[in-house]
Structure formats: structure tokens, C-alpha cells
């Protein structure tokens, strides 16, 4: 059966779900010609789909096959027709009734279309054949076993058909420019068609506030191309901004016309937020910040792996508020949902390419693949407020000709988005200095792991920040990862939680310090890992389990990220408290807005009282009433995530 979800001139019908499978080591298929149908002892599976979790074929890297059959009803015999993927790990090769449409190579987190108008069926069945590897590869980026996650080859995402008329959006941009002065904003609108030969179109745009659905503009629009897209400038007026504690969201609507009929139409949620560095301050919405972050790793449930399904990033979102992380980052593409997610929740966010630490630099070849992952990630993600950065590299020690790529890398991502920041991400700052690849980024960053991968012990901190401070001038400082990986050092959740908590007060005592990204929420599957073995294989490094139970150190995290500090509680009769709050000035720091506080009473409904506003440093004193016998009580976010309690609760 298959799942249609309609807008005006286009269709999106799922391809999710039963599709056949089978591996392939001895490459049989390739000489048996398995593209234009398996053999009958393929099995059933379900894709999103791995085949690292299935029993056997847990440490299997090589070739496999899976198969879909469809049909398209005659109806839609003079529409367009383009599949979509998801992501495919890693190399793909797309077949239609036998005929190679399409691959998809060395790119297996970032989505890719496949035309199939010309080739596919209508009104009978369509076989839908794609061969998957997940070889160690030296062409690939994750590059050959060097990389510290699962290599779960499959069709991890979704797959879907999407159906549209003539012309058709292959997407649309939106880049709001905000005053922060007056909190009004103008937008420029960027649309692409999948038709090159196209130069002039029709269209209509609508932008509405996502959750009233409250119309904010309607307008009708000729556009003439322009370069390789049409674009258009939109006044928005007064606008309410997005802000990880207030995340606001709109939806632009873009709907082409030919004839004074819709062809095709795209509705992308978008924010308006301004992000910006000056000097060693980080700003969002005129506001210099500094932000507690937390990193989650994907593909790290032992039944799922890189095929998460949807209740999995739920909860990695809602972890992520409840923790008070305000920041995070991610080593590879992720699924789209997260991006939403995180749009929703209000979790700012750097997303990277997959190179790690090796090679040093990149081929030609392998920069051509960096350069595709970028183009495919950005414009796919563009829109989305959460993001902040793109990353470049994580932890590469490049050769003498790395600076001159990085370089020209960053020009390549400011290129395609001129609005976020792009960085490098590296570990041994300390000791290359002005000179360290981080510093040709826009925010330097630091992988601070003294104690553990560098150093004898965490009390060496201080000298090795003081090697950064000799050189840093009047820039920010990011870090980046911090965390215990065991079983390479021992210690436990308790050395976990002593480490961390010294970390983090370090990292609190230096303003040009702007955030800091905790590695990481949750222990998680690696190819290349310590601890277990098959679909189990992993590196302990989490305030959580692989099945996201939580450790001590979750509850540790939470306080040492919460903006609220109380500081004194005194019973003033038996029903009555009298409660002293701070809002904290080192990490975080950041002003809160719409904060309550909520106490049950004696029947045990519960009571909300705002707090005032409070900017950096500032306290309050309040007084609570008709409290029951336990005297306790929640302090939350405006959307309900519970910030610290008294007493503290587990």
C-alpha cells in the first residue's frame, strides 16, 4: 500500500516499509542480474533499513540489494516523476525495470532525487531495484575504517515519490535579514527549478506563523531567473524572533502557476533569529550569550542502528530540554526529523561532514566529494533555524598544504550560505596555536580533553588554556567535545562526573569561552569500539546508556547547565515558602524570559507563578503559598521543561 500525502500540484506518496532484501559478498549480482529482480531467497525487511542489526550480518561491510515494487496510477501520466532517498550508506545504484537510472556515490548521509519520468510505468507495476555498499572505502567521506561511529550500510531513511506538474521546485531558500532593533525583518526568497531551460515563472507565497497558522503575507509574484535561481524580497514587518527558550517558527509556502494552475508547491518551516560574533562574545538576538551544549551520536540503538525510527529523535530532543542544552552538534548529516526537532524544541546546532581525523588532506577527488556533501546538505537544510554552523572537519591534523584547503573549503560553504558561521573543529589547538586549523574558522574551537587523551591529569587544565590565551587575542573560543571514553580510562560514571564538573567550571571562569558541547549524551555503537561486540560494539562515553537509561552523571549535567541557581529556601509557616533565585552570569548566561515556577498544594493541583524576567547575575525573591507538607517545588521553561527543583528530584 502506498501512503500519499498531497499539496497543491505536487503528491508525496511513501515507499516506505516491505521492501525485499538480500547481501551480497561474492557480488552474484552483478553477473545474475539482480537489477531487474532479487531471487526468490531475498527476505522481507523493513526500510528505513540496516543491515548491521540483523544476526549475522552485524560487522558485514560489502554489497547488498533491495527491491520495491509500485505502481502510478495512469492518472499521472503527464506529471513529473522523481524519487527521493533519504540518505543510502554509502554508495548506491538506483534501477527501474531493469534500467540503471542513477548512483549515488561516497555522500551515504545526504539526500538524493532520481528522475524516473521517462522510465517508469504508469498504470502497472514498477520493480524498484538499489544496490547498496558500505565498503571500507579510500574514495568515501567517513574515510576507509577511520571514523568513530557504526558503518550501518542500507537504505537508513526514508524513500519516497514525489509527484508534481511543469515546472517543478527543486527548492526554496529563505533568509530573513531581522532588526533586532525593532524586531521587524525583511527575507530574501531564493526558488530553483528542477528545469535549467526555465526563465520566468508565476508563483504565489504565503507566510504563516506555523502553530496559529495566522497569515502574515500573501503575495503573487513574476519572477525572472537570475544565475541559476529566481529570487524575490519580502518585507515581513514586525516579527516574532526564534530563541532556543522561545524557538517561534513560520512556514513559507511557495506555489507555481502556469495557466492560473499550480504546478508544484513547497511549504519549509523557517525562523528569524540574527547570531552573530563580536570579538570573544557570541550574540543571538543582540544578546551576547554563553551556552551550555551536549552532543548526541545517531545510529547507537542496538535494535535500530543508523535506521532510527522517529520515537528515538523524539527523544533525544525532549532529553536535550529537559537537560537544559541549548547547543549540540553532530560528526554527519542527520535525518531531517532531528532538524525539525530541534526547530521546535529551541537547540541551536553545528552540523559537520563526516572527516575525521583522516586522511590529512584531502585528494582531489575526496575534496570533490566534500564540496557535494556540502552543496547536498545546505540545500537541503538551509531553512532551518537551529542551525548555526556548518563544520568542516573534526580533529583532522592536517599537512603543511591543509590551510591553503580549509581555506578554500570555507569559502566554498560561505558561498553557498553567506549567513552561518563555518568551522574547524580540532583537538591540539593548545599546541599549534594561531597556527591550528580552528582559527581559520569563524568561531576557533577546542576538543578539550586534558586528563584523558592529552595530559596526566585534569589539574593541567589551567596551563594548556593558558597556551590558547597567548594567542587567541580577541576572539571566542568554542569547546567542542569534552567527556570520559571508557573502558580506554577507568574511572566510571564517578570519575565521569568528577571530571566533568572541574571541566565545566573551568571552561565557566573564561568570558571568551562562548559554549561548550559535552561529549556526549548517550554511550554509542562504533566500528572502532572498546567495549562489546556485533550490533553491541561501542565506546562508553555517555550520560546515558545505549538505550538512553539514564546514569548519575545525566543528573550532574542538568545542574551544572541550568540558568536558575536557588540559593536559599526558608519555610516561613507550614504552608509557605519564601524562595531566593539567581539567574547565573558564567555558563550559562543569558537572560530568562516567560520562566515559572510550579508547586503542588495541599489537594495537590498543581500552582504556576511567573517569574519576572531576569538578565545575567540578576535574582528574585519569591513567595510561594498553599504548599502541601513536602515543600517542593519546579522551576520550568516556557514550554513546560523543568529547569532544577527543590528538592532535587532524579
Same mark, same amino acid.
Given at each position: 500500500?502506498?501512503?500519499?500525502?498531497?499539496?497543491?500540484?505536487?503528491?508525496?506518496?511513501?515507499?516506505?516499509?516491505?521492501?525485499?532484501?538480500?547481501?551480497?559478498?561474492?557480488?552474484?549480482?552483478?553477473?545474475?542480474?539482480?537489477?531487474a529482480?532479487?531471487?526468490?531467497?531475498?527476505?522481507?525487511?523493513?526500510?528505513?533499513?540496516?543491515w548491521?542489526?540483523?544476526?549475522?550480518?552485524?560487522?558485514?561491510?560489502?554489497?547488498?540489494?533491495?527491491e520495491?515494487?509500485?505502481?502510478?496510477?495512469?492518472?499521472?501520466?503527464?506529471?513529473?516523476?522523481?524519487?527521493?532517498?533519504?540518505?543510502?550508506?554509502?554508495?548506491?545504484?538506483?534501477?527501474?525495470?531493469?534500467?540503471?537510472?542513477?548512483?549515488?556515490?561516497?555522500?551515504?548521509?545526504?539526500?538524493?532525487?532520481?528522475?524516473?519520468?521517462?522510465?517508469?510505468?504508469?498504470?502497472?507495476?514498477?520493480?524498484?531495484?538499489?544496490?547498496?555498499?558500505?565498503?571500507?572505502?579510500?574514495?568515501?567521506?567517513?574515510?576507509?575504517?577511520?571514523?568513530?561511529?557504526?558503518?550501518?550500510?542500507?537504505?537508513?531513511?526514508?524513500?519516497?515519490?514525489?509527484?508534481?506538474g511543469?515546472?517543478?521546485?527543486?527548492?526554496?531558500?529563505?533568509?530573513?535579514a531581522?532588526?533586532?532593533?525593532?524586531?521587524?525583518?525583511?527575507?530574501?526568497?531564493?526558488?530553483?527549478?528542477?528545469?535549467?531551460?526555465?526563465?520566468?515563472?508565476?508563483?504565489?507565497?504565503?507566510?504563516?506563523?506555523?502553530?496559529?497558522?495566522?497569515?502574515?503575507?500573501?503575495?503573487?509574484?513574476?519572477?525572472?531567473?537570475?544565475?541559476?535561481?529566481?529570487?524575490?524580497?519580502?518585507?515581513?514587518?514586525?516579527?516574532?524572533?526564534?530563541?532556543?527558550?522561545?524557538?517561534?517558527?513560520?512556514?513559507?509556502?511557495?506555489?507555481?502557476?502556469?495557466?492560473?494552475?499550480?504546478?508544484?508547491?513547497?511549504?519549509?518551516?523557517?525562523?528569524?533569529?540574527?547570531?552573530?560574533?563580536?570579538?570573544?562574545?557570541?550574540?543571538?538576538?543582540?544578546?551576547?550569550?554563553?551556552?551550555?551544549?551536549?552532543?548526541?551520536?545517531?545510529?547507537?540503538?542496538?535494535?535500530?542502528?543508523?535506521?532510527?525510527?522517529?520515537?528515538?529523535?523524539?527523544?533525544?530532543?525532549?532529553?536535550? &530540554?529537559?537537560?537544559?542544552v541549548?547547543?549540540?552538534?553532530?560528526? !554527519? $548529516?542527520?535525518? +531531517?526529523?532531528?532538524?525539525? /526537532? *530541534?526547530? #521546535? &524544541?529551541?537547540?541551536?546546532?553545528?552540523?559537520?561532514?563526516?572527516? !575525521? $581525523?583522516q586522511? +590529512?588532506?584531502?585528494?582531489? /577527488? *575526496?575534496? #570533490?566529494?566534500?564540496?557535494?556533501?556540502?552543496?547536498?546538505?545546505?540545500e537541503?537544510?538551509?531553512?532551518?533555524?537551529?542551525?548555526?554552523?556548518?563544520?568542516?572537519?573534526?580533529?583532522?591534523?592536517?599537512?603543511?598544504?591543509?590551510?591553503?584547503?580549509?581555506?578554500?573549503?570555507?569559502?566554498?560553504?560561505?558561498?553557498?550560505?553567506?549567513?552561518?558561521?563555518?568551522?574547524?573543529?580540532?583537538?591540539?589547538?593548545?599546541?599549534?596555536?594561531?597556527?591550528?586549523?580552528?582559527?581559520?574558522?569563524?568561531?576557533?574551537?577546542?576538543?578539550?580533553?586534558?586528563?584523558?587523551?592529552?595530559?596526566?591529569?585534569?589539574?593541567?587544565?589551567?596551563?594548556?588554556f593558558?597556551?590558547?590565551?597567548?594567542?587567541?587575542?580577541?576572539?571566542?573560543?568554542?569547546?567542542?567535545?569534552?567527556?570520559?571514553?571508557?573502558?580506554?580510562?577507568?574511572?566510571?560514571?564517578?570519575?565521569?562526573?568528577?571530571?566533568?564538573?572541574?571541566?565545566?567550571?573551568?571552561?565557566?571562569?573564561r568570558?571568551?569561552?562562548?559554549?561548550?558541547?559535552y561529549?556526549?549524551?548517550?554511550?554509542?555503537?562504533?566500528?572502532?569500539?572498546?567495549?562489546?561486540?556485533?550490533?553491541?560494539?561501542?565506546?562508553?562515553?555517555?550520560?546515558?546508556?545505549?538505550?538512553?537509561?539514564?546514569?548519575?552523571?545525566y543528573?550532574?549535567?542538568?545542574?551544572?547547565?541550568?540558568?536558575?541557581?536557588?540559593?536559599?529556601?526558608?519555610?516561613?509557616n507550614?504552608?509557605?515558602?519564601?524562595?531566593?533565585?539567581?539567574?547565573?552570569?558564567?555558563?550559562?548566561?543569558?537572560?530568562?524570559?516567560?520562566?515559572?515556577?510550579t508547586?503542588?498544594?495541599?489537594?495537590?493541583?498543581?500552582?504556576?507563578?511567573?517569574?519576572?524576567?531576569?538578565?545575567?547575575?540578576?535574582?528574585?525573591?519569591?513567595?510561594l503559598?498553599?504548599?502541601?507538607?513536602?515543600?517542593?517545588?519546579?522551576?520550568?521553561?516556557?514550554?513546560?521543561?523543568?529547569?532544577?527543583?527543590?528538592?532535587?528530584?532524579?
Amino acid at each position: 500500500m502506498l501512503f500519499s500525502h498531497a499539496q497543491q500540484g505536487r503528491s508525496t506518496i511513501s515507499l516506505n516499509g516491505n521492501w525485499r532484501f538480500i547481501s551480497d559478498s561474492t557480488h552474484t549480482g552483478q553477473t545474475s542480474n539482480w537489477a531487474a529482480g532479487l531471487p526468490a531467497k531475498a527476505t522481507t525487511v523493513q526500510v528505513p533499513h540496516t543491515w548491521n542489526v540483523m544476526k549475522g550480518l552485524e560487522n558485514y561491510s560489502g554489497l547488498a540489494w533491495y527491491e520495491k515494487t509500485f505502481t502510478v496510477p495512469a492518472q499521472n501520466s503527464n506529471k513529473q516523476l522523481r524519487l527521493k532517498f533519504d540518505a543510502v550508506y554509502h554508495d548506491a545504484m538506483i534501477y527501474l525495470n531493469g534500467a540503471q537510472l542513477a548512483t549515488h556515490l561516497n555522500s551515504g548521509y545526504t539526500t538524493f532525487y532520481v528522475d524516473i519520468t521517462k522510465q517508469v510505468k504508469f498504470g502497472s507495476p514498477n520493480k524498484l531495484v538499489v544496490s547498496v555498499s558500505n565498503a571500507f572505502s579510500e574514495t568515501n567521506l567517513p574515510y576507509k575504517k577511520k571514523f568513530d561511529w557504526c558503518n550501518d550500510g542500507g537504505i537508513i531513511r526514508g524513500v519516497s515519490l514525489q509527484v508534481t506538474g511543469k515546472p517543478s521546485i527543486r527548492y526554496v531558500h529563505i533568509t530573513p535579514a531581522v532588526n533586532c532593533a525593532d524586531s521587524t525583518a525583511k527575507a530574501q526568497l531564493d526558488l530553483t527549478l528542477w528545469e535549467e531551460e526555465v526563465t520566468a515563472v508565476q508563483a504565489v507565497v504565503r507566510i504563516n506563523e506555523k502553530r496559529s497558522n495566522k497569515t502574515v503575507l500573501t503575495q503573487s509574484v513574476a519572477l525572472t531567473k537570475s544565475g541559476d535561481d529566481f529570487n524575490a524580497t519580502l518585507d515581513l514587518g514586525k516579527v516574532h524572533l526564534w530563541h532556543f527558550n522561545d524557538p517561534f517558527l513560520y512556514q513559507v509556502q511557495v506555489t507555481l502557476q502556469q495557466n492560473d494552475q499550480p504546478t508544484d508547491q513547497v511549504t519549509h518551516t523557517f525562523g528569524c533569529r540574527k547570531i552573530e560574533l563580536r570579538g570573544p562574545q557570541l550574540y543571538l538576538n543582540n544578546e551576547a550569550v554563553r551556552l551550555p551544549g551536549l552532543e548526541y551520536m545517531p545510529s547507537s540503538h542496538p535494535a535500530y542502528g543508523s535506521a532510527e525510527p522517529r520515537w528515538v529523535m523524539d527523544s533525544v530532543a525532549n532529553m536535550f &530540554k529537559d537537560l537544559n542544552v541549548t547547543m549540540s552538534r553532530f560528526h !554527519w $548529516q542527520v535525518d +531531517e526529523y532531528m532538524l525539525d /526537532q *530541534l526547530d #521546535e &524544541k529551541g537547540v541551536l546546532l553545528q552540523v559537520e561532514i563526516p572527516w !575525521w $581525523q583522516q586522511p +590529512e588532506h584531502l585528494t582531489p /577527488q *575526496l575534496e #570533490e566529494v566534500a564540496r557535494k556533501q556540502f552543496t547536498e546538505m545546505i540545500e537541503r537544510d538551509y531553512n532551518h533555524p537551529c542551525i548555526f554552523a556548518w563544520g568542516i572537519s573534526n580533529e583532522v591534523h592536517g599537512d603543511s598544504l591543509a590551510p591553503e584547503q580549509y581555506k578554500q573549503l570555507k569559502q566554498f560553504v560561505r558561498s553557498l550560505d553567506s549567513t552561518r558561521l563555518a568551522n574547524v573543529v580540532s583537538n591540539i589547538t593548545f599546541r599549534l596555536k594561531q597556527h591550528d586549523a580552528s582559527f581559520i574558522g569563524d568561531l576557533p574551537t577546542w576538543n578539550e580533553y586534558i586528563g584523558t587523551w592529552y595530559g596526566k591529569s585534569t589539574q593541567e587544565t589551567p596551563a594548556y588554556f593558558a597556551e590558547i590565551e597567548s594567542c587567541i587575542g580577541d576572539r571566542a573560543l568554542l569547546i567542542t567535545e569534552n567527556g570520559l571514553c571508557e573502558p580506554r580510562f577507568a574511572g566510571g560514571d564517578l570519575r565521569r562526573i568528577e571530571d566533568m564538573t572541574y571541566h565545566y567550571h573551568e571552561w565557566a571562569k573564561r568570558k571568551y569561552i562562548v559554549g561548550c558541547i559535552y561529549f556526549c549524551l548517550n554511550d554509542y555503537r562504533t566500528q572502532m569500539g572498546e567495549d562489546g561486540s556485533d550490533n553491541y560494539k561501542a565506546r562508553i562515553h555517555g550520560i546515558t546508556d545505549l538505550y538512553f537509561k539514564k546514569k548519575s552523571s545525566y543528573y550532574v549535567f542538568k545542574q551544572l547547565a541550568s540558568p536558575i541557581l536557588i540559593t536559599n529556601v526558608k519555610k516561613l509557616n507550614d504552608t509557605t515558602v519564601q524562595v531566593m533565585l539567581q539567574n547565573k552570569n558564567e555558563l550559562p548566561s543569558y537572560t530568562i524570559t516567560g520562566f515559572s515556577v510550579t508547586w503542588p498544594n495541599a489537594q495537590n493541583k498543581l500552582i504556576q507563578q511567573k517569574l519576572p524576567t531576569l538578565k545575567p547575575g540578576e535574582t528574585a525573591t519569591i513567595t510561594l503559598a498553599g504548599m502541601n507538607a513536602r515543600a517542593g517545588f519546579d522551576i520550568c521553561t516556557p514550554a513546560g521543561y523543568r529547569v532544577t527543583s527543590y528538592p532535587f528530584v532524579h
